[in-house]
C-alpha cells in the first residue's frame, strides 16, 4: 500500500512562489511515476507534471517554463517548485503515484495513477 501526504500549500500573491512536497511511503516498486494534479472548484482534475523514476518528466502547457518537478529518492519525496504564480493557479493539488513505469515519463491524465494523497491548497490572489 502506498501512503502519500502533501504540505506546503499556502495563500501567496501573484508572481510569487511555492513549494510543494509529497511524502511516500510503501514499496518502491508502487511509485515507479509520480506526479502532481490541480484541481479548482467545478473543474475536472488535471495534470500538472509527472514523472518516472529516472527523472523523465512531462509538463502540462500551463505550466512549462514556471513549474519543476522533482523527486529525493533517498528521501522518499516529491517536490513541485512553482514559481512566477498566477491567479489561475490556484486549486488544490495532489500528489499521485502509480506502479507503471512509463519510459517516455508519465502521461499527464489521472487515470494513469492508482495512489492519490490527500490535497494540499493553493491560493494565488491577484
Known amino acids: 500500500q502506498v501512503q502519500l501526504v502533501e504540505s506546503g500549500g499556502a495563500s501567496v500573491q501573484a508572481g510569487g512562489s511555492l513549494r510543494l512536497s509529497c511524502s511516500a511511503s510503501g514499496y518502491t516498486t508502487t511509485r515507479r511515476s509520480m506526479g502532481w494534479f490541480r484541481q479548482a472548484p467545478g473543474q475536472k482534475r488535471e495534470g500538472v507534471a509527472t514523472?518516472?523514476?529516472?527523472?523523465?518528466?512531462n509538463y502540462a502547457e500551463a505550466v512549462k517554463g514556471r513549474f519543476t518537478i522533482s523527486q529525493d529518492n533517498a528521501k522518499n519525496t516529491l517536490y513541485l517548485q512553482m514559481n512566477s504564480l498566477k491567479p489561475e493557479d490556484t486549486a488544490m493539488y495532489y500528489c499521485?503515484?502509480?506502479?507503471?513505469?512509463?519510459?517516455?515519463?508519465?502521461?499527464?491524465?489521472?487515470?494513469?495513477?492508482?495512489?492519490w494523497g490527500q490535497g494540499t491548497q493553493v491560493t494565488v490572489s491577484s
Open positions: 499521485a503515484a502509480d506502479s507503471i513505469f512509463w519510459s517516455r515519463g508519465p502521461p499527464l491524465g489521472a487515470e494513469a495513477f492508482r495512489y
Open positions: 514523472t518516472n523514476r529516472d527523472g523523465t518528466t
